[in-house]
C-alpha cells in the first residue's frame, strides 16, 4: 500500500492547515490511518488516529481541541483538519496505515513520505 501526504505549507500561528493522505491503487477505508509528526531532534509523536472499522477517532492530548482526523471516502483520503496551529506543531507530518488502530508508530507497516508544516510566530 502506497500512502501520499500532502497539504503542508507555511501558515502563521492561529491560521489552519488540513493534510490529505491518499492510498492510490488501494482502499483507504479498509485501513485505520494515524498521523504522525517528527520535527528536528525529535522522535516521531503520535498526532491522531481513526480506525479501519468503526471509524474511532483519537488525538494526541497536544493537539485535542484543534485537529480533527477524519475519513473522505469519497475521495479515498484521510485528512487532518488543524486549527489554531502553534510554533510547536512544526514538523514533518506523516500518514502510516495498517489493519489495526494504535498510537505507536512502530505499529503501522505502510508510511507515506511526509509532508512539512512551518507555524510562524
Known amino acids: 500500500v502506497q500512502l501520499q501526504a500532502s497539504g503542508g505549507g507555511l501558515v502563521q500561528a492561529g491560521g489552519s492547515l488540513r493534510l490529505s493522505c491518499a492510498a492510490p491503487?488501494?482502499?483507504?477505508?479498509?485501513?485505520?490511518v494515524g498521523w504522525f509528526r517528527q520535527a528536528p531532534g525529535n522522535e516521531r509523536d503520535f498526532v491522531a488516529a481513526?480506525?479501519?472499522?468503526?471509524?474511532?477517532?483519537y488525538h494526541g492530548e497536544s493537539v485535542k481541541g484543534r485537529f480533527t482526523i477524519s475519513r473522505d471516502n469519497a475521495k479515498n483520503a484521510v485528512h487532518l483538519q488543524m486549527n489554531s496551529l502553534k510554533p510547536e506543531d512544526t514538523a514533518v507530518y506523516y500518514c502510516?496505515?495498517?489493519?489495526?488502530?494504535?498510537?505507536?508508530?512502530?505499529?503501522?507497516?505502510?508510511w507515506g513520505q511526509g509532508t512539512q508544516v512551518t507555524v510562524s510566530s
Open positions: 502510516a496505515g495498517d489493519r489495526g488502530f494504535s498510537i505507536r508508530p512502530d505499529d503501522y507497516v505502510y
Open positions: 491503487g488501494s482502499t483507504i477505508r479498509d485501513y485505520g
Open positions: 481513526i480506525s479501519w472499522i468503526l471509524g474511532t477517532t
